[in-house]
């Protein structure tokens, strides 16, 4: 709902009205997957779908949270000696507060205090556009405001991953959190997880008559199973046994496989190197005006993440098998794995045809329907009103 409606619920739901509206967007990652905890390089951008929140402050010190998205009566948690303790055994449905939650704490040390929050959002849950670090950099950004903190918003990214990390469990690097603060609208954002230091790159596909097609393959993914924490830890591994601080800085990448014994070790690497080198190529093409080059890079990632890091699905195989038989000229996998987003680049008049032949293979094997998501490089979070 936009923003005046979702003034109104939040009078109606908490009897009094909110101090302001702020949004935070969802994101693609164009390219460089698994790169982030690797000190390595990454480059979304913001899409126009994320999480609005609206706020007012509190004086008694209690963090109230309630969703659009979640039917019940909210969660409302005293945020004073709050740690990730506080939320031990939240489990379904109360699991979604955490993220919020974790924020709030973690801000308190720059000032900010209670708060009543009303969330609502047009991402899908759990498809790889990021909805978490959108409804936890819409809680940074609110609370900071309503507190009159003038953080910084690569520090607030951090305190929203730090959250994700310690509040929620889920060991996820600096990615999607900067993407939704530090987007603007009609670029990527060139991101050296590392340095911390980023750079805005024109993003213009429509221009270059090519359309970047975001499929939403419908298979559900729950990043805290395990597996992306798993991956994480083999890259570590990986790391000391080349005595690197970290994958990043594998320069001689025939040397360092010849030094790992263990397989899936050497295909780890393989793919976080190789990834690195697409992320900096496909920032080359940008800056050149070579966008239609593109679709090799993007497929090649995707093959890299289904055979080297191994963290594809099977829809997401045929959606890109299915596209490029079409005439696509890439596509690949997004977010975490095992289940979520894919994008597709097409010439734009193809994009049809490719959407057409994508759903046709679903059909042919009784899957459920993918859904085409529009893919608009847009701002990252903001306030909405007043
Ligand atoms: P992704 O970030 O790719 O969408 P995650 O598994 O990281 O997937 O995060 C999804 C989780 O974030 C949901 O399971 C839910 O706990 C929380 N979440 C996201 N959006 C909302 C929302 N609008 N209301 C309540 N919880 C939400
Ligand atoms: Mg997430």
């Known amino acids: ?108 040390e720059l000032g900010t205090g209670g708060a009543s929050l009303l969330f609502d959002s047009d991402l899908p849950q759990g498809a790889g556009l990021s909805s978490s670090a959108a409804l936890e950099c819409a809680t940074a950004l609110a609370l900071c405001e309503l507190y009159g903190i003038d953080a910084d918003r690569a520090g607030l990214a951090r305190v929203a991953q730090r959250a994700e990390n310690e509040y929620v469990g889920m060991p996820c690097g600096i990615m999607d959190q900067s993407a939704s603060l530090l987007c603007t609208a009609g670029h990527a954002l060139m991101l050296d997880c590392r340095s911390g230091l980023s750079a805005q790159v024109p993003l213009d596909l429509p221009g270059k008559d090519l359309t970047l097609l975001v499929v939403n393959t419908n298979a559900r993914h729950t990043l805290t199973d395990g597996d992306y924490g798993r991956r994480r830890a083999e890259c570590e591994r990986a790391a000391a046994l080349l005595d690197v601080p970290a994958l990043r800085d594998v320069t001689d990448l025939a040397a360092a496989l010849d030094r790992l014994p263990d397989p899936v070790l050497r295909r780890r690497v393989q793919h976080v190197v190789t990834e690195n080198h697409r992320v900096e190529a496909v920032v080359g093409l940008l800056r050149a005006g070579a966008e239609t080059e593109l679709g090799a890079l993007l497929t090649a990632s995707h093959l890299s993440l289904r055979d080297q890091y191994e963290i594809s699905w099977p829809e997401a195989d045929l959606t890109v098998e299915a596209a490029l038989r079409a005439g696509a000229r890439g596509g690949r996998m997004v977010g975490g794995g095992f289940g979520g987003s894919v994008i597709v680049l097409a010439a734009a008049d193809r994009a049809g045809a490719v959407q057409d032949a994508i759903v046709a293979a679903y059909r042919e094997r009784g899957l459920t329907e993918p859904d085409f998501l529009d893919a608009v490089p847009s701002p990252g979070a903001r306030r909405c009103v007043n």
Request: hydrophobic share 45%; glycine share 10%; aromatic share 10%.
């Open 1 to 108: 709902m936009d923003a005046t409606s979702l003034a109104a619920a939040f009078t109606e739901a908490y009897r009094r009205a909110p101090e302001g509206v702020w949004h935070a967007p969802g994101r693609i990652n164009l390219i460089g997957e698994h790169t982030d905890y690797n000190d390595g390089f990454v480059l979304p951008f913001a899409l126009a779908r994320g999480v609005t929140v609206a706020a007012a402050r509190r004086d008694d010190g209690v963090l109230e949270m309630r969703s659009l998205q979640v039917a019940d009566a909210g969660v409302s948690v005293a945020l004073d000696g709050a740690g990730p303790k506080t939320i031990d055994g939240w489990t379904e449905p109360r699991r979604w507060a955490a993220y919020p939650f974790g924020v709030a704490a973690l801000l308190r």
